[in-house]
T-cell receptor, first 112, second 112 residues
Framework: QQQVKQSPQSLIVQKGGIPIINCAYENTAFDYFPWYQQFPGKGPALLIA?????SEKKEGRFTISFNKSAKQFSLHIMDSQPGDSATYFC???????????FGGGTRVLVKP | NAGVTQTPKFQVLKTGQSMTLQCAQDMNHEYMSWYRQDPGMGLRLIHYSVGAGITDQGEVPNGYNVSRSTTEDFPLRLLSAAPSQTSVYFC???????????FGSGTRLTVV
């Protein structure tokens, strides 16, 4: 049973476009929702995270939107650049934060 | 450099062999975890630890053992390797007051 479902599996956009990645969760006890960025041959790196008491969070060109009632959250990459080409994972955890549950990942390719 | 160090980076095992994947962190983090990454399935939690001497099972613990004798080290043991354990393994850590996990660069394991 996959508790965090992520879509799409892959995405191709032109430079300057806005890739959007969506995630849905089932466990209402989740209250911390991070996004990780992973480049080939590297480990995932924390990109941005949100708690359910806010509906949107921005850090640079990355924005998380959160819809608590729908149990969905999404990542938008504004003014995307070729250097943003990577695999992105959404994740969720409970307050204790000991266990992260990851989505299946989205491979994003930004063409020059 | 501070961070999470995993060794080896690559390993090929024969079915039935045992081995230990090493993980060390120098950030004095209490929480440490082991994940495996398989295509299309994101990262799945194998075992985790909330401090020295304390470990617990994650989502996919079968075939793996862990121990945490020191804060710094969290080795993962494969008892009798099987082809289904072919994967990329990541170790991660975080401090008690933080939420973002720091990941190592991974160990790519192939079981033939």
């Amino acid at each position: 049973q996959q508790q965090v479902k992520q879509s799409p599996q892959s995405l191709i956009v032109q430079k300057g476009g806005i890739p959007i990645i969506n995630c849905a969760y089932e466990n209402t006890a989740f209250d911390y929702f991070p996004w990780y960025q992973q480049f080939p041959g590297k480990g995932p790196a924390l990109l941005i995270a949100i708690r359910p008491d806010v509906s949107e969070k921005k850090e640079g060109r990355f924005t998380i939107s959160f819809n608590k009632s729908a149990k969905q959250f999404s990542l938008h990459i504004m003014d995307s650049q070729p250097g943003d080409s990577a695999t992105y994972f959404c994740a969720a955890s409970t307050a204790a934060g000991n266990k992260l549950t990851f989505g299946g990942g989205t491979r994003v390719l930004v063409k020059p | 450099n501070a961070g999470v160090t995993q060794t080896p980076k690559f390993q090929v095992l024969k079915t039935g062999q045992s081995m230990t994947l090493q993980c060390a962190q120098d950030m004095n983090h209490e929480y440490m975890s082991w994940y495996r990454q398989d295509p299309g399935m994101g990262l799945r939690l194998i075992h985790y630890s909330v401090g020295a001497g304390i470990t617990d099972q994650g989502e996919v613990p079968n075939g793996y053992n862990v121990s945490r004798s020191t804060t710094e080290d969290f080795p993962l043991r494969l008892l009798s390797a099987a082809p289904s354990q072919t994967s990329v393994y990541f170790c991660a850590s975080r401090g008690r007051d933080g939420y973002g996990y720091t990941f190592g660069s991974g160990t790519r394991l192939t079981v033939v």
